[in-house]
């Protein structure tokens, strides 16, 4: 099923006109006025929790999308763990929707619930596909019909692997603690984007936009920001260096604390092979990472072992049904994301078929 977008297209025109004109609706700093008070990241803010019923709860699943092979396969297979596990018990998943960022439909919208927006204009994002993100966010905000009062940004590459409730507040959302997304160690870049006068650069969370579950006004108000820092930070040589493939995730933390927006850090959002050995209590598998093992079990990480799945492995076509299994000694996490992938590919229908191509 697709929503049609009611926003206007742009006149060719309009696309050239570049950052200060064509997202000048979005001004910087013309969303950031209203400031909230900031939470602390161990969830106390003071005051008792807000108790709700179940329907106010629910959250809408989005995830961002291209309409390339690499991204339809996983989308697929996304879509159908969170049809598997929505409804079990402990779940407060909504509906979902795939933001499909090409500007017009392909041939998965009869198969997962799509929304159709228009990327950045050409030549904007420079090669850098996830610039699109907070732009198709702004778009799907502005336009779509939303009717849970919390969203989860998710990615093609996220399974579901246990009910996931929803694990945000109403002003303090939840989201993943990156490793490698560490604010104070480039705290002269960040500065150009966060003045001293919001605070210290400990306000800006380790985070990107997603995995991350929150209210949706508090999504409505960030959204703007958060695309105009992405840009921002693009068009700057030395941040565009600096953070390279993660600079939209840096775009999204600055953006939050902008807002005076915190979000309680939570490491059991979501697991990743191959660092993270056991599925545990986690609640989504993210396989961004490639699982290289020689035939011993052993990890070969960056070299190419006796039996391998990265993802990249497909960039032009889906991974083939029963995918073989890792050898003896393989951590259970990359375990069970295998049989996962299998048991997906085997179900959904028409694998093989074009539906997974362009």
Aim: hydrophobic share 40%.
């Amino acid at each position: 099923m697709i929503e049609r977008k009611s926003l206007r297209r742009a006149s060719p025109l309009f696309l050239v006109l570049g950052l200060g004109f064509l997202f000048a609706a979005y001004n910087f700093f013309s969303v950031i006025g209203h400031n909230r008070a900031s939470i602390t990241m161990n969830g106390s803010d003071g005051d008792d929790p807000i108790i709700k019923n179940w329907e106010s709860l629910r959250f809408h699943v989005a995830v961002t999308a291209t309409d390339s092979p690499y991204s339809k396969w996983q989308c697929r297979i996304m879509y159908y763990w969170y049809k598997r596990v929505k409804d079990m018990p402990g779940s407060e998943m909504g509906k979902f929707t795939r933001i499909l960022h090409s500007g017009s439909p392909d041939n998965l919208i009869e198969e997962i619930p799509t929304f159709v927006v228009d990327p950045l204009p050409e030549g904007l994002d420079r090669g850098y596909i996830v610039l699109n993100r907070p732009w198709a966010f702004v778009q799907w905000l502005e336009s779509a019909t939303i009717e849970e009062e919390y969203i989860l940004m998710a990615e093609p590459d996220h399974i579901f692997v246990r009910p996931l409730p929803n694990l945000a507040h109403e002003t303090r959302p939840a989201g993943y603690p990156f490793f490698y997304i560490k604010p104070a160690e480039h705290e002269k870049i960040i500065r150009k984007f966060f003045p001293k006068e919001k605070g210290p650069v400990t306000n800006i969370d380790p985070i990107g936009n997603s995995p991350v579950i929150i209210n949706k006004s508090l999504l409505e108000e960030i959204a703007p920001t958060w695309m105009n820092v992405s840009l921002r930070m693009k068009d700057d040589p030395e941040t565009d260096k600096a953070f390279g493939w993660v600079l939209e995730m840096y775009a999204y933390a600055i953006a939050s604390a902008l807002h005076g927006v915190q979000h309680t850090l939570r490491k059991d959002f979501m697991l990743q092979p191959p660092w993270d050995l056991e599925v545990g209590k986690n609640f989504i598998i993210h396989y961004t990472y490639g699982c290289d093992y020689n035939l011993k079990g052993e990890l070969t990480y960056g070299k190419i072992g006796g039996w391998r799945f990265d993802k990249r492995s497909y960039l032009s076509g889906p991974p083939p049904k029963n995918l073989s299994l890792p050898p003896p000694g393989v951590p259970e996490s990359v375990v069970r994301l295998v049989k996962m992938v299998n048991e997906a590919t085997a179900n959904i229908p028409d694998w093989d078929s074009t539906r997974n191509s362009g």
